[in-house]
């Protein structure tokens, strides 16, 4: 037997060469440490599974199948990179889910298309039994216990309000907990990091009073104000402005890739003060300024931030879905445990990890649900914006009753005739009577 005389030549010089031995005994070592690094990370993943901070599956059930959900299984889909199975390989045990809208819709039907997107989450996360919809950290926590996925809705891009509080506070009411300010085009009331729509442009970049007004309200609500596709200027004011804690999503550190999603220095500083967290992003373009990246190219950008602001200020938002081109290695969501494997081998102590990986979310998150309750005697903000900052064709523009009491609609004329009668006619009966008396 030709196989049986290689083995037996195999062994045989194993045993003869003690150089040979040498050699595949530490081979051996490294295989069997591989191994035991890898049992370290399941463990530690299985006690602290990942709550991501942002992933657009959303989106691409939009692109490909038109939100009928009826269409797919979504324990396996093709062409996208997220699913039931891939995540429930990742450890991620929650995930925030975008409601995205494209920023051509800004002014037209946004609010539709993000009520659309809510909707196909809110269906995704209900009629899976694996995964469970929530809206407190607690109702998070819990989900853990009873070993679901659970979902967090965040709208993205503040566009999809339409300057609306009202409209804000509606979707804090179907569950949304989360809200970018931008997504790539300035809003009438905030700026965007990207230069790709020129609309809105003002001089005072940060956040116009009614900006703050967002901010605001966001704090009342109890939902979290998400700075990812803010300009710095945005964001350092929504920093300075708000009560809670804020988070970047999916962004990365800027002193690693000079990419203007990315968060420089001096902002991470400011976030650190307001106890935030910037949750890293791991789209290619993003981690090596490049189509191409790698896990260790990844790490720079961890280590980097724990520097800056330790590892207290840091989360994983993946942006899978949201982006094109993913690191070699961490090409779907069930990879996350090799980004774990490079930060363990960095010498990330376990106690971090568990932060980056979901303590400092419910911290967070907790903590804005604090504030929530201490602001719970405010009553719901009713300012309003102006028409000016929001003059645009498709803005049904309300005018108040003039003096006379008439209605600007086409009845309006008809409406009028027999209330001026009435009118007349007590008039009249009054003076009768007045005149018997
Ligand atoms: C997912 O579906 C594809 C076909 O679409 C199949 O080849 C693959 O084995 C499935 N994977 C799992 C984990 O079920
Ligand atoms: C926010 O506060 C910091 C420090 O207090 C200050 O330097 C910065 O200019 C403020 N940013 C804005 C946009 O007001
Ligand atoms: C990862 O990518 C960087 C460039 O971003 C490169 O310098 C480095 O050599 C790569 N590392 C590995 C292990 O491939
Ligand atoms: C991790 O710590 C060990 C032991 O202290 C040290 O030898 C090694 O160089 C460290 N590795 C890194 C990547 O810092």
């Known amino acids: 037997m030709p196989s ?41 993943m299985s006690r602290y599974p990942l709550i991501d901070g942002h992933n657009d599956l959303a989106l ?52 539709r298309l993000a009520l659309e997107q809510i909707d196909v989450v809110r269906r995704m996360c209900t009629e899976y039994q694996d995964f469970v919809l929530v809206t407190s ?11 679901k996925i659970a979902c967090l809705i965040s709208v993205e ?36 990091s990207s230069k790709l729509h020129n609309v809105y442009q003002r001089q005072n970049n940060g956040l116009t009073n009614f900006g703050k007004a967002v ?18 200027d945005t964001a350092s004011a929504a920093l300075n402005h708000s009560k809670a804690p804020v988070i970047f999503s999916h962004s990365s550190s800027f002193s690693i890739c000079n990419h203007e999603r990315n968060v420089p220095d001096w902002l991470l ?52 879905e949201g982006a094109v081109s993913f690191p070699q290695g961490l090409e779907d969501v069930s990879k996350y445990p090799d980004l774990i494997l490079e930060l363990l081998r960095r010498n990330w102590t376990e106690n971090e990890l568990a932060d980056v990986l979901r303590k400092n979310f419910l911290r967070v998150f907790e903590e804005v649900e604090r504030v929530r309750d201490q602001l719970v005697v405010n009553r719901p903000s009713e300012v309003q914006i102006s028409v000016e900052e929001v003059r645009n064709p498709c803005r049904l523009v309300l005018r108040p009753p003039n003096p006379r009491g008439s209605f600007e609609s086409p009845s309006s004329t008809a409406q009028h005739e027999p209330k001026a009668l009435l009118i007349i006619a007590t008039v009249l009966l009054l003076s009768s009577l007045l005149m018997i008396e």
Request: hydrophobic fraction near 40%; aromatic fraction near 6%.
């Open 269 to 320: 500083h400011d976030l650190k003060k307001k106890r935030g967290l910037i949750m890293v992003n791991l789209h290619s373009q993003f981690i090596s300024c490049r189509d191409e990246a790698n896990i260790s190219r990844v790490a720079d950008h961890f280590d980097h931030i724990k520097k800056m602001v330790g590892a207290e200020s840091i989360g994983i938002g993946g942006d899978y």
């Open 4 to 44: 049986g005389e290689t083995v037996t030549s195999a062994s045989s010089s194993f045993w003869m060469k003690p150089l040979g031995r040498l050699m595949v005994l530490s081979s051996l070592c490294c295989v069997i440490s591989g191994y035991a690094e890898r049992d370290r990370v399941n463990d530690l």
């Open 60 to 111: 691409q059930l939009r692109r490909f199948h038109n939100n009928r959900l009826s269409q797919i299984d979504l324990h396996n889909i093709s062409k996208v990179s997220t699913d039931i199975n891939r995540l429930q390989v990742g450890h991620v045990q929650a995930q925030m889910f975008a409601a995205y809208v494209i920023c051509g819709a800004q002014d037209k039907d946004a609010v």
């Open 157 to 192: 891009g503040g566009h999809a309000i339409d300057s609306s509080l009202p409209a804000l506070r509606m979707f804090y009411q179907i569950g949304v907990r989360s809200m970018s300010l931008t997504h790539t085009c300035n809003t009438p009331w905030a700026e965007s």
């Open 215 to 232: 901010v605001e309200e966001m704090n009342r609500l109890g939902m979290i104000v998400d700075l990812s596709h803010s300009s710095w």
């Open 137 to 147: 950290a607690q109702e998070l926590k819990n989900a853990k216990m009873r070993h």
